[in-house]
C-alpha cells in the first residue's frame, strides 16, 4: 500500500480508501448495501491488515447507522485513534424538520455534534460539505465549517459534488477572511466517466487539493459483471439502483479494451479499472466500498497492478473526452509556447 500527501497538508492517506456507503442499509440504501456490524467489522479489519488507513462515510449513510457501525468497528478491533484518517459529510436531509438538511452554520454544527456521538470520537479528522445548497451562500458555510474548525472537533475541510468555480469562490472567501479552506475534493471519476478533466482537475492541479474519486467502478458497471452480450443476473446493485449516469455504449467499447488487458495481468475487469485511476497524478486516494470480503480483497489487490505505457495509452484513446470548447482552443494556442520554438 503506497501513502499520498492529502493535497498541500503534510498528511499521509492510503492510496485507497474504504468507503461504508454499504453499511447499514436503512431507507434507500438498502439496494446499495445491508452490511450490519458483525460483517462491517470483518471488513474494516481486512482494510486495515491491508494497510489502509483511510475511511470514509457520512452522515446521510443509512441516516447515522454507517457511521455508527463504522466506529464501533474500530472499537472492537481496538483500533488507536491517531492510527485512522476518518472522513465524514453533512448536507443531505437527516429528518422530517426544516433544518434537517442543507449547510447552514446551524445545520453543520449540528451535523458535526451529530457525527462524532455515532462515530464515538472527538474529532472528525476530514469533513466534507456533500454537495451544493443553492439556498445558502457560500459566506454562511464557509463560516459554519470555520468555527467547528476552531472548536477542534474538525481537522481539515473537503467538498463533495461541486463545481470549479465554486470551490474557488468559497476558498476565495475563506483567504479573505483568514478561514480554514478546503484542502480536498470527493468526485465522481472513473475510466467511463471522465467529464472531471474539463474543468475540476486543471483547477485541483493548480491548487494541490487531495482528490478521492467516489464510485471508481461506475456504479457497478466496471465490476466485470456487464458486457455487451451478458445478461443481468438481477442481484447487481445497477439493477435495481441505475446510478451514476453512464453512456453504456461508450462504457462497454471500455469494457472490451480493459478485457484482454486484464487477462494479460491475470486480473479481474474491476482491477484495471481501478489500476487506471491509481494511474492518474491527480488521484491521491481512490474510494472502494464493498458488501463481501472477497470483493473488497479484489478491489485492494488493484494496487499491484503497474499498467505498462501502451496499456495506458489503450485505455486513454478509448476513454477519452470529446474536445470541447474552450479547452481545444486552450490546446491549440498552447502550441506557439512550446519551450525552443519560435
Known sequence: MKYNFLGNTGVLVSELCFGTMTFGGDGYFEVIGKVQQDEGTALVKTALDAGINFFDTANVYSYGKSEEI???SFRTLGVKRSDVFIATKARGRMAPGANQVGLSRLHIMDSVNESLVRLGSDHIDLFYIHGVDVETSLEETMRGLEDVVRSGKVRYLG??????WQIMKANGIAGKNGWTKFVACQHYYTIAGRDLERELIPMIKDQNLGLMPWSPLAGGFLSGKYTRTSESSGENRRDNFDFPPVDKEKAYDIIDAIQPIAQAHGVSVAQIALAWLLHQSSVTSVIIGAKKPEQL?????ATNVELTADELEQLNKISALKPEYPQWMIERQA????PGKA
Open 70 to 72: 463504522l466506529g464501533q
Open 159 to 164: 467538498v463533495s459534488n461541486h463545481a470549479a
Open 297 to 301: 480483497a479484489d478491489n485492494i489487490a
Open 335 to 338: 502550441r506557439e509556447r512550446v
